[in-house]
Each structure stands twice: as structure tokens, then as C-alpha cells.
């Protein structure tokens, strides 16, 4: 592993990844790091073009070198990368290959092989392979759950991760449990402001509204919101996303009032503190329209809609799927106010992205008869 390159090879590898550095001689192990370090700083900063260059240049040098214990993960690395803008079959074929040089350099048991397991059932859960994925997420966990005796965040993490997938295909039970476990480990594992913490609280709570234990879901959110309401970066993020759902959870007990006001709280930490331009505040402007619409507001109930559909167009492009809410709430405003015409507009153009996503259409009928009122979901 410490073999050295010759002046001509380093000159190769920097010109192969667009790197400006002196031609000095270095033990390939050395190059390796350096490249796949650079490639990780690139991904971090949002510079996915030079991260993948530097993780190419990497595996070059890895594969060269016979580095088969940093080639698996380089390759994790850029099987993440691939993940991250879209290229979902790359990914596994990479991700793939990750995993099998992970088994024959640290074998089966291994808290690495665990990583690219974890890795790998991110991936199959995004392309819908659910079983595949749970495979890959209880394997994970068995390992970790030996690792260090247990109880280390990586450990919460992949149970957070399997939970995930559990809430996704309806096993609630299942998803509570580890989730809960999760948040146990947290609580010992991080401090008590840490946005890995705040994230698994609110996806329990949610979790719990699901299964229709609002109380303690309450509790749930209002420990995020406490976390993170007057900070900034990812614990504001999350604290918006608290006030939102338990807004959401006023709104179906009937308490009007206090829902508008988390709405409100809501809305003031997406513009001003997470960011004004984000799918989230389109969503939480459409949510309080629709509350605004059953409390009869309906002038601000309007403006609401049109700030939702504006955002979500900014933000996503004028034929995403996260448009449909937002047109057929303001469908059904107009359908209530007495404006059936300027309604069928709106229905129509929710069906067409409808089509474009392979969803079902809805009927006019359809939209008018959504029961609005306390209790109902909007």
C-alpha cells in the first residue's frame, strides 16, 4: 500500500480530475485520501460535479494500488452521490459493489459491512424494493446491535431507517417500536439539542398520530418545537416541521384557534429563519388556506392558496406533484364561494399533472364533495 508513483502518474490522476497541484511523488494510500476527502468536501458543498470527479480519480488510484478496503468506500461514497441526483440504477450497481468488497475484506459481521448494507436499503427503498430494503435495514441493526454492546447512534440511525420503511408500507406497530428504541439510544448517545434527535422525535410523533395516540403525539412535537424554535439551520427546520403537524393535529380536534396560531408560528420560522423559498412554506401556506377556508376567511383564504400554488411553481416547476393539493383545495374554495367555472380550470390542470404521475383523475364532483369540516382531514 505504500508503494510509489512515479511524476508521470501523479500528473495523469491531476489532470484526469481537474486538480492544480504540485508534481510530487506520494504513496498511493496518501492520494487516495486526499481524492476522496476532496470528493467529500465537493458533496457536502453542494458541488456534485467535482465530488464525482474526485471520487472517479479516487477509485482510479484505489484500483490501481489493489486499495480494496478504500475502494469500498469510494464507492459508497459515490453510490450515494448517484442516489442524491437521481441516478437510482447507477447507485445500486454501485452500492452493489461497495457492499461485496466490504464482505471479502472485513467479512459479515462487520460494522463497515453494516454501512453499506444501510446504504444499499436506502437506495432499494427509494426504487420500491421493500423487501430488499428490510433485508438490508435488519441486518444492519443485528450487526450494530453487537457493535460496541449496542446503544451507539449509528445503531439508532439504522433502526430510524428501517422505521422509515415500516411507516411507508403501513406497519405502524413496527415502526413505533423502532423508533422508539431509537430515540432511547439518542437520549443517551447526543445532546439534547442535536437535529439527529429533534428529526426522530418528529417522525415518532407522527408515527403515533397515525396510530391515533394524539396525546402523546402532542407531547412528542412540542418537545422538537421547545428544541428548536429559537435556532437556526436544521433544529429550526425541524421545529417548523413540529408546528406544522401539530397545527395539523389542532386543526382535527376542532381547536381552530390554536391550529391558526402554529400555522402562524409555523409559516414566520419557514420565511424567516429556515428560508423563504422552500417546498415546506408552500406546504404550510395550503394548510392554513385550508383552515382559513373553514373558518370562512375566505379572503385570506384565497391569498393563501395563490401564495401556495406560486411557491410550489418556483420551487418544484409548474407540473410537479406536490401541486396537486394546493389546485384542488383552491378548487374547492372556488366550488364554495360560488365559483364553479374558475374551479374547473384548476381541476383540470390537476388532472393533467395527475396523468403525467400516473395517479387517478378526480371529477368535479369529486372535489366538491370533500367534507371540509371539523374532523376531517384537509
Keep these: 500500500m505504500s508503494r510509489k508513483l512515479n511524476s508521470i502518474r501523479i500528473i495523469v490522476i491531476t489532470l484526469l480530475i481537474g486538480v492544480c497541484a504540485p508534481v510530487v511523488s506520494f504513496a498511493q494510500d496518501a492520494i487516495w485520501l486526499e481524492l476522496n476527502s476532496r470528493g467529500m468536501k465537493a458533496y457536502e458543498s453542494g458541488d456534485l460535479s467535482s465530488a464525482e470527479k474526485f471520487y472517479r480519480g479516487a477509485l482510479e488510484v484505489a484500483a490501481d494500488g489493489e486499495l480494496r478496503a478504500e475502494m469500498s468506500?469510494?464507492?459508497?461514497?459515490?453510490?450515494?452521490?448517484?442516489?442524491?441526483?437521481?441516478?437510482?440504477?447507477?447507485?445500486a450497481s454501485v452500492l452493489h459493489n461497495a457492499l461485496e468488497l466490504r464482505f471479502s475484506?472485513?467479512?459479515?459481521?462487520?460494522?463497515?459491512?453494516?454501512?453499506?448494507m444501510n446504504n444499499l436499503g436506502r437506495l432499494m427503498e427509494a426504487l420500491g424494493r421493500y423487501s430488499a430494503a428490510e433485508h438490508l435495514y435488519s441486518q444492519a441493526v443485528d450487526i450494530y446491535s453487537e457493535w460496541k454492546g449496542g446503544g451507539t447512534s449509528v445503531l439508532a440511525g439504522a433502526l430510524?431507517?428501517?422505521?422509515s420503511l415500516y411507516e411507508r408500507m403501513g406497519r405502524l406497530e413496527d415502526a413505533y417500536r423502532n423508533l422508539n428504541r431509537a430515540v432511547s439510544i439518542y437520549d443517551v448517545t447526543l445532546p439534547p439539542g442535536h437535529p439527529k434527535l429533534a428529526s426522530t422525535v418528529n417522525t415518532l410523533a407522527t408515527v403515533l398520530v397515525k396510530m391515533g395516540h394524539g396525546v402523546a403525539a402532542e407531547a412528542m412535537y412540542r418537545r422538537v418545537i421547545e428544541l428548536g424554535v429559537d435556532e437556526k439551520g436544521v433544529l429550526a427546520f425541524e421545529a417548523a416541521t413540529a408546528l406544522n403537524n401539530l397545527a395539523a393535529l389542532k386543526k382535527e380536534n376542532c381547536a381552530y384557534e390554536e391550529a391558526s396560531d402554529l400555522y402562524e408560528r409555523a409559516i414566520q420560522l419557514w420565511r424567516d429563519v429556515v428560508g423563504g423559498r422552500s417546498q415546506d412554506l408552500a406546504v404550510t401556506?395550503?394548510?392554513?388556506?385550508?383552515?382559513?377556508t373553514?373558518?370562512?376567511?375566505?379572503d385570506e383564504a384565497e391569498q393563501l392558496?395563490?401564495?401556495s400554488i406560486l411557491l410550489h411553481e418556483q420551487v418544484l416547476g409548474a407540473r410537479n406533484r406536490y401541486l396537486i393539493p394546493p389546485l384542488e383545495g383552491y378548487a374547492y374554495f372556488?366550488?364554495?364561494?360560488?365559483?364553479p367555472e374558475q374551479a374547473q380550470v384548476l381541476i383540470k390542470r390537476s388532472n393533467q399533472i395527475r396523468d403525467q404521475h400516473d395517479l387517478d383523475t378526480v371529477t368535479m364532483a369529486q372535489i366538491e364533495d370533500r367534507d371540509r369540516s371539523c374532523g376531517d382531514e384537509t
Excluded at 401556506?285 to 382559513?292: F, I, M, P, S
Design 73 to 91: 468506500a469510494t464507492l459508497n461514497n459515490l453510490g450515494l452521490l448517484f442516489k442524491a441526483t437521481g441516478r437510482l440504477e447507477e447507485a
Design 105 to 116: 475484506v472485513y467479512g459479515a459481521r462487520h460494522r463497515y459491512t453494516a454501512q453499506s
Design 160 to 163: 430510524s431507517n428501517l422505521a
Design 285 to 292: 401556506y395550503n394548510n392554513l388556506a385550508g383552515l382559513r
Design 294 to 298: 373553514r373558518q370562512a376567511r375566505f
Design 305 to 307: 392558496y395563490q401564495r
Design 334 to 339: 372556488l366550488l364554495v364561494t360560488n365559483h
